[in-house]
């Protein structure tokens, strides 16, 4: 019902199919960003929930993130909803993103 009543419209003002198909591709363009951001929060924040309770590593643990390129080492300072914060022996703090840390590899120590 409301496409049709949408079609008669744009029959009615006498907008060009072209400038039609642009409009319609910008807004599923915005739609589809916008889904994506909606789904990369909604996946840290479930991360920041299973970390927290259900992960076998907790607030003063100190562990190892092993990565293709680097190691990471330090002790969890902080379990937040969209982040990790582990502290260094040189005393940096370095934030990872729940998402990120609970598909990476990890070593306890």
Do not use: C, R
């Not at 496409?3 to 363009?29: D, M, P, Q, R, Y």
């Not at 916008?34 to 992960?55: D, E, K, M, P, Y």
Request: charged fraction near 20%; aromatic fraction near 12%.
């Amino acid at each position: 019902m409301i496409s049709i009543l949408f079609i008669i419209l744009i029959s009615i003002f006498g907008v060009n199919k072209s400038e039609l198909a642009l409009f319609v591709g910008s807004v599923l363009t915005v739609i589809g960003i916008a889904l994506f951001a909606q789904w990369s929060i909604l996946s840290n924040i479930t991360s920041g929930v299973i970390i927290f309770f259900n992960h076998y590593v907790k607030l003063e643990d100190t562990l190892v993130i092993m990565d293709k390129e680097y190691e990471i080492e330090g002790k969890i300072v902080d379990i937040g909803l969209f982040f990790v914060i582990l502290e260094t022996k040189e005393k940096e703090q370095i934030s990872i993103p729940n998402s990120v840390f609970l598909h990476k590899m990890i070593k306890k120590k």
